[in-house]
């Protein structure tokens, strides 16, 4: 488990243990033996150590962005409004007013991305491969890239579970040893799947048969997202496409590296801790490692940052290296060669054009001086 991981389940927890904590000790009056005391250590929790912990965790570690800090400030205020003692959680009813005028702004904001960003994908249909790449390569603002990998997410579970949509689809450099490739993974999340739908209806139909219909059809709809979590894992984790590697890390988590932007392919043998180690003395992004296994046979350096989107594009990360388990390095080393040369000739020929191209201007602007 890489450390950023790691330390967003250890402020998940942490959050879920202070606020349960909040809930079962807090005092309903401020009238009680040691209330006070309680009320103070729980808001020191809640608006002090659950903020540090997030800007560490989340914000330095993960690298995302400082506005976020909004989120765990917001979230306590509301827990604060529901378990503070009633003198006290009157101050923060604002929650309770300003939640309207939020709701429908973000609202607003939402439809006009989902708008825009359906009409992008509506361009798109008609170009071949993976929905998602197109995305990537149309949207570089944070926000909107990751509301349309989320709508994106759709036509890509559909394009990659019927394998008539995907079969002009560019053709394997090698496989990633992972377990979503397996039949047996595939037919655990197809039985996990059905069972889970069949259970929320069962326990939900004694409330309101709609809404448990409602629950278990969505739960049921998943069957897409894992049969084409196993194809894209088993036949396409990984490719290239559009002068472009893709590495597909399951259907949750994948990459789109230009060709010109790798700087080197390894082939070797590296041990799972190595994966975990700095790559960069200027900032401490780890390497990703791709595939099962207790060693790497496969290292892939970058020229410069590159962006993992995890969680199916919510959780971007800047790496500089990625460790890789395939079943044949030597063959997708090998091949890659021709194609990080091709794209580093293809680029010098370019910038030979620019310079052909601003010396005969300039030497035009010259000649018409003269005249």
């Not at 604060?80 to 003198?87: I, K, L, N, V």
């Not at 496409?241 to 590296?270: C, P, R, T, Y």
């Amino acid at each position: 488990m890489r450390r950023s991981v790691k330390y967003r389940l250890l402020f998940l927890l942490s959050a879920i243990v202070v606020y349960c904590i909040g809930f079962q000790w807090l005092p309903e009056s401020m009238q009680g033996d040691n209330a006070l005391e309680l009320t103070i250590a729980i808001a020191a929790s809640y608006f002090v150590l659950l903020p540090a912990m997030y800007a560490y965790c989340i914000i330095y570690v993960g690298q995302q962005h400082w506005w976020k800090m909004l989120l765990v400030f917001s979230l306590s205020s509301l827990m604060a409004r529901f378990s503070f003692p009633a003198e006290l959680a009157s101050y923060f009813e604002f929650i309770a007013w300003l939640r309207y005028p939020i709701i429908a702004v973000l609202f607003v904001i939402e439809l006009y991305l989902m708008v825009s960003i359906a009409k992008g994908l509506w361009q798109a249909r008609s170009l071949k491969g993976d929905p998602r790449l197109h995305i990537v390569d149309k949207y570089q603002d944070e926000r909107k890239r990751s509301l349309a990998l989320v709508l994106a997410s759709e036509p890509a579970s559909w394009y990659y579970a019927i394998p008539r949509f995907s079969r002009h689809h560019s053709s394997s450099l090698a496989h990633l040893n992972l377990y979503s490739a397996k039949v047996w993974h595939w037919l655990l999340l197809l039985a996990a799947t059905v069972m889970l739908s069949a259970l929320s209806y069962v326990l939900i139909a004694t409330w309101s048969e709609l809404v448990a219909l409602i629950v278990s059809s969505i739960l049921a709809y998943s069957v897409v997202v894992v049969t084409a979590n196993y194809r894209v894992s088993c036949h396409f984790s990984v490719y290239s496409q559009d002068n472009k590697l893709v590495l597909n890390n399951s259907m949750w988590g994948f990459m789109a590296v230009k060709l010109d932007d790798i700087e080197s392919v390894q082939h070797g043998d590296w041990a799972k801790v190595k994966a975990n180690t700095k790559v960069s003395d200027k900032a401490e992004s780890e390497a990703l490692y791709f595939g099962r296994g207790k060693a790497a046979n496969i290292l892939l350096t970058f020229k410069q940052p590159q962006t993992y989107f995890g969680a199916g594009g919510q959780l971007p990360e800047q790496i500089e290296q990625v460790f890789l388990v395939v079943d044949k390095p030597k063959e997708l080393a090998q091949s890659l060669q021709p194609l990080l040369s091709g794209a580093a000739l293809s680029t010098a020929e370019l910038d030979c054009e620019l310079t052909l191209d601003t010396e005969v201007g300039s030497e035009q602007q010259a000649l018409n001086k003269v005249s």
